[in-house]
């Protein structure tokens, strides 16, 4: 195996993993646990593995061609900085889930929890070695979602549903103006393929689209990594269990948009649009948020706003554009990885042990758990900066480059100020966490009596505090070989000199680092008192609370201003609505010809068929029959649509086009039931209305007559330009025509241009047609038809009157009587019908059929079976589970059209060949039949579905209100 297929693996494992780990037990907790850190830790030896390849400076890269002419492939690509990301996220993963075995309760749905770590593990390392824009985009929603779901996971808890809704809303909408501004960079470049965006840097930073593309990439960044004004949704976010807090808050979810910043900075960076939006953001993040810090309450509050404020550090070091502050910023992401990993771990053992997170309460606990106290005062320390350790290299690197010129404007000015009280910050919030929890006298009321963890919950604490120390006192022999080859990577022959010493002599950064800790400790020294019994939030700032400022937002959003345009342009009537969507359509299809018109020459007649012309006339008159019948009598329109549908199929055979007549004819006969079945649940419609005659209604017909005219005859008219705008011979016709058994392997032309060379085109309309049956049986599961429907139809009102006037009958035998023969016919059909359907598929490659035709008749047989037999009766007998087969459909396009990957073809190529059968022949086979059988067990169960979700509503008993409770309710 290449080195290269590993990286397929580093994604597979995780989701696989996800996907064994939710069926397990709720009791396997300690098999969960196992699963869990053998895949992270498959993972992690996998990554290790392949520093060798990447150690020169070189990318591995993987490609699965999936859309080769789009520019759309699967394409997977590690260098060392994806490597170092990919060795945090499985590393601290592996950690992460050992903690998680002691920290979480029992009585926890622990395959839930571990099943979605994982599949949130496996979006992250797609992200971040994804090679291909788009691609990055569907990873980097696929972490906003599983996130949503680890947030949320303690789900009986509102603040955990509120927090996970807002992270998703903020992050999923970043994502998609993320989306937005990638495909433009994939517009300016020509592809999307990562390796070709970084080598176009001058191109995309000189394009008219550059400051469009940058807003929407930094948009979905800043959301992405909580950056001010998006910082709000973290904080809320801790209500999730800690080792998620642990998780999302060092390695992976928040250091997606530093990540993505970085990786893109060689193209976007070193422009004055990038320094002033970037490094406003950054700057006003990292100082608010360091002071708000400061007057947390909630231990797993300050350190929330902690990571808020060092996110906002490597933003704002990455703002500066210069190679030595893209070095700090990348290796400040490594230290505050391990530091604050370790603190939200040390705070969940405080939480788990004492009761409690308020700082208000805990005290003294340096006597009660000492070992696990020393460990945090470490990492509080590094994360303050202290010298030897590693968080005081990377702060000391951003204070020397806050000291350069970057634009000589007065943000410019500004920085190393604003650094250097942001220092002194969280100097002081981290001292405020050593001193208040471990110090003091011993709290005596706490909800637990405190005590030491056990020692393996305890041990990654340990192993990432001595990492802060290693790495701090001798950071070059540790760190400094993988952090050159990460720098390398982003900035390629652009990458600086730079020293990991630690001791650079007293310069003026060395001053600002002890000017930060002298400050920060006299700061706390000062707020001591008022801290210990003030609210929680800054003063002065604390009635701006993100959280009620979003859900403003999102009030008038979603309410008011919907409800506004609810009560202006919407109304409960079909018509009115068709209408609106009628115009728009009909204005967009002219727009275009609007400016430079359309040319229609004199029509070409080469003589019409009396016959054929006949037959026109009767599909005309059938159309507009059902349009005026439509409102009162819809069973004649439904029977007047009918026949237009058959005229449409007797033209496809006039004009030798049988397989889009069998389609045609098929799909009429299905949807004509359904429709018929559907109709006896719709309202009854009453002609006699007083308005009738009136100038507004028939200004309103007229109005309605004019639209119709204008969109059926502008379709009319674009259908004969196109027909008549080029010869045969320049058309896309013959390109299908000659290549169709030669490069499909079928002879039945549009069969193969369905299953093979537009075979893509198929698998989305067959998904679309799925997530249609799945949305109409959902609907149909709340419908409640109206009170005039639910009675039985007068008909069979006086069936059953004869029936029950006659003792020597039961009620339902008339009407079982009337269907005897029918029922028995359409019983004795249904095996020939699926003989039919089998026919129709084999065939489909070279005549007339196919998957969709075959699938189609195959319903049909079922659909009879219904009308025959009942509902009750059908299903006592026969085992119908059209969602399987919606879901075994898709699941076999999409194998089918994955299998070419293992030949080095992309998606859905097609391979045919002929095969000698004893007794029977050569026998041509195409891998499209198998592509082609997914389409027909989609098609079934599609149909199925909804045929069920309509035939289920003559079992289903509605209530209707008395009167008294229909006074009362008016009363009330």
């Not at 005219?709 to 080029?726: D, H, Q, S």
């Amino acid at each position: 195996m290449n080195s290269e297929d590993l990286l397929y693996f580093l994604i597979a494992l995780p989701f696989a993993g996800s996907a064994l780990a939710a069926i397990l037990p709720a009791n396997a907790r300690n098999t969960e646990a196992w699963l869990a850190g053998s895949v992270m830790i498959a993972a992690f030896i996998i990554a290790a593995g392949l520093y060798p390849f990447i150690s020169e400076g070189e990318a591995l890269r993987n490609e699965i061609e999936w859309l080769p002419g789009s520019g759309l492939n699967f394409t997977l690509r590690m260098d060392g900085f994806a490597w170092m990301f990919s060795m945090l996220i499985t590393g601290i993963g592996f950690l992460v889930v050992l903690y998680a075995r002691y920290y979480m309760s029992p009585r926890d749905p622990v395959p839930r929890f571990f099943s979605f770590l994982l599949a949130f593990a496996g979006a992250m390392q797609g992200m971040v070695i994804a090679g291909n824009l788009i691609l990055l985009a569907i990873f980097w929603e696929l972490t906003s979602i599983f996130s949503f779901l680890l947030i949320g996971y303690w789900h009986h808890n509102a603040a955990a549903r509120e927090g996970a809704r807002m992270s998703l809303i903020i992050t999923g909408t970043g994502g998609l103006c993320l989306l937005a501004g990638l495909i433009l960079v994939g517009h300016i470049v020509g592809s999307y393929d990562l390796d070709s965006v970084l080598a176009a840097g001058d191109r995309i930073r000189e394009h008219a689209l550059y400051v469009p593309a940058l807003v929407l990439i930094l948009l979905g960044a800043l959301t992405k990594s909580a950056q001010f004004p998006f910082h709000f949704w973290l904080p809320n976010a801790m209500t999730a269990p800690t080792p998620v807090s642990a998780y999302l808050h060092s390695a992976t979810m928040v250091k997606a948009g530093v990540f993505l910043l970085t990786r893109l900075w060689p193209v976007l960076s070193g422009t004055d649009e990038w320094f002033f939006i970037l490094g406003l953001a950054g700057m006003s993040t990292l100082l608010l948020s360091a002071y708000f810090a400061i007057f947390q309450q909630d231990l797993k509050g300050l350190l929330a706003y902690s990571t808020i404020s060092h996110l906002g550090l490597i933003t704002t070091l990455l703002s500066l554009g210069s190679p030595l502050a893209a070095v700090a910023a990348i290796f400040h992401m490594m230290n505050h990885a391990t530091f604050k990993a370790s603190l939200f771990m040390a705070a969940g053992i405080i939480d788990h042990e004492a009761g409690t997170r308020d700082m208000r309460k805990l005290s003294g606990l340096f006597s009660y758990m000492p070992i696990t106290a020393t460990l945090a005062m470490v990492a509080s320390a590094a994360m303050a900066g202290v010298p030897l350790l590693n968080g005081f290299l990377s702060k000391e690197m951003f204070f020397a480059e806050t000291l350069g010129q970057h634009s000589g404007s007065v943000l410019d000015g500004m920085l190393p100020y604003v650094a250097t009280i942001a220092g002194a910050f969280a100097v002081t919030y981290s001292v405020r966490f050593i001193h208040t929890v471990f110090f003091g006298e011993k709290a005596l009321d706490l909800p637990r009596e405190p005590h030491e963890p056990p020692h393996w919950m305890r041990l990654p604490i340990e192993f990432l505090v001595l990492a802060c120390l290693i790495v701090g006192i001798i950071p070059g022999m540790t760190v400094g070989p993988y952090l050159h080859t990460a720098v390398t990577s982003v900035l390629g022959e652009h990458t600086p000199q730079y020293s990991l010493s630690i001791w650079h002599g007293i310069n003026t950064p060395l001053i600002m680092s002890v000017t930060a800790l002298i400050g920060g400790v006299l700061l706390y020294l000062a707020l001591k008192n008022y801290l210990a019994r003030c609210e929680d939030g800054p003063p002065g700032l604390s009635h701006l609370k993100g959280q009620h400022i979003f859900d403003r937002m999102l009030v008038t959003l979603s309410w008011r201003w919907a409800r506004w345009l609810e009560e202006s342009f919407g109304t409960h009537r079909l018509q009115p609505q068709l209408f609106l969507v009628m115009l728009t359509a009909l204005i967009a299809g002219s727009w275009p010809f609007f400016g430079t018109g359309i040319d229609f020459s004199s029509p070409i007649l080469t003589g019409i068929d009396p016959v054929f012309a006949i037959l026109w006339g009767i599909g005309v008159a059938c159309a507009l029959g059902a349009a005026y019948q439509a409102k009162y009598h819809r069973l004649a329109a439904l029977i007047l649509m009918g026949g237009a549908g058959l005229v449409t199929c007797i033209t496809f055979v006039w004009f030798s086009a049988p397989d889009l007549a069998v389609t045609q004819l098929l799909v009429e006969i299905v949807t004509t039931v359904l429709i018929l079945l559907g109709l006896r649940w719709l309202p009854k419609r009453v002609a006699q209305i007083d308005n009738a005659s009136t100038p507004v209604a028939w200004t309103r017909r007229f109005r309605d007559l004019m639209l119709a005219v204008g969109c059926g005859g502008g379709m009319a008219l674009i259908a004969y330009k196109a027909m008549t705008n080029a010869p045969l011979s320049d058309s896309i016709a013959r390109f299908f025509l000659e290549r169709a058994h030669s490069e499909g392997g079928g002879n039945n032309v549009v069969n193969v241009i369905l299953v093979d060379f537009r075979g893509f085109d198929t698998f989305g309309e067959i998904t679309v047609l799925g997530i249609v049956a799945l949305t109409v049986y959902a609907l149909l599961r709340r419908f409640r038809p109206a009170p005039d429907s639910i009675d039985i139809p007068e008909q069979q009102r006086r069936q059953n009157t004869f029936d029950d006037n006659h003792p020597d009958r039961s009620i339902g035998e008339t009407v079982h009587d009337y269907l005897m023969v029918p029922s028995i016919v359409m019983q004795w059909m249904f095996p020939f019908i699926i003989l039919l359907a089998v026919y129709f598929f084999l065939r489909g490659h070279d005549l007339p059929g196919g998957g969709f035709a075959a699938g189609i008749t195959l319903a049909i047989g079922i659909l009879l079976q219904y009308l025959a037999s009942g509902t009750r009766w059908v299903e006592d007998r026969l085992y119908i589970r059209p969602v399987r087969w919606i879901g075994s459909g898709l699941l076999l396009a999409v194998l089918t059209g994955m299998g070419s990957w293992l030949f080095g073809f992309p998606f859905l190529t097609s391979h045919f060949d002929h095969l000698e059968i004893p007794l029977i022949g050569e026998l041509p086979v195409a891998t499209a039949l198998f592509f082609d059988l997914g389409v027909l067990l989609l098609v079934v169960g599609a149909t199925a579905l909804m045929l069920i979700a309509i035939a289920h509503q003559s079992l289903r008993s509605y209530r209707t209100r008395s009167a008294d409770t229909e006074k009362t309710g008016e009363e009330d």
